[in-house]
């Protein structure tokens, strides 16, 4: 994988391709959201003896540490990464805070928030708070993370974490002078 040595501290974009309940989801949140991806990831660096990245990921299960390689299966996934230029003592702060999540459930009712937002903001133009919490959503996890590090700060302090989507996140990310595209799988 090129760049393999810069990919630590990267911030993922994904589109789950497949069909099921995972791909029905995943058009669903692009749907609402009017985004190019539907899911978000940070990559938390490799452990000794494993030569693929990990990711730290709010998936269906909760959070969660992954495999990066999983994101290879081009018949599955479609992804960017960008990676902040920011030390490395940034980067543990922000990983350290990924792992701090882990074994938090996923927030399904969240998701359900999400067309409550999305109603009223279609219906009355006006932006809403999500209401509906509990558990963390994988946009949710990815804010923490980039607020941890401080890139972008003023512009992610002002998402609010219950009703960040991936696209906001990719409008902040994908335009920062702090960071830059890494890699891009399966263009469209």
Same mark, same amino acid.
């Given at each position: ?20 309940? /995972? ?13 190019? &991806?539907?899911?978000? /990831?940070?990559?938390?660096?490799? $452990? ?25 299966? +081009?018949? +599955? ?21 990924? $792992? ?8 399904? /009712? ?7 937002? &999305? ?39 002002? $998402? ?14 994908? +335009? ?13």
């Amino acid at each position: 994988m090129e760049h393999s040595n810069n990919i630590r501290g990267a911030i993922g974009f994904s589109y789950y391709k497949k069909g099921g309940f /995972f791909g029905l989801l995943a058009r669903a949140i692009r749907f609402f959201t009017h985004g190019k &991806w539907s899911h978000t /990831f940070t990559v938390i660096g490799r $452990l000794e003896g494993i030569g693929t990245p990990l990711v730290s990921e709010a998936d269906e299960f909760g959070v969660n540490i992954n495999l990066f390689s999983k994101y290879l299966d +081009t018949g +599955t996934y479609n992804f960017e990464l960008y990676a902040p230029q920011i030390s490395d003592l940034k980067k543990d702060i922000g990983i350290q805070e990924c $792992l701090a999540l882990e074994g938090k459930t996923y927030g399904y /009712f969240q998701l359900l928030g999400f067309i409550i937002v &999305w109603l009223v903001k279609k219906l009355t133009g006006k932006s809403i708070k999500n209401p509906i919490g509990g558990g963390i959503i994988c946009s949710e996890e990815v804010l923490r993370y980039c607020l941890a590090v401080g890139i972008e700060e003023e512009k992610f302090k002002q $998402l609010d974490a219950d009703t960040t989507s991936p696209k906001e996140l990719y409008q902040i990310i994908s +335009t920062s002078p702090e960071s830059f595209k890494l890699i891009r799988k399966q263009p469209e």
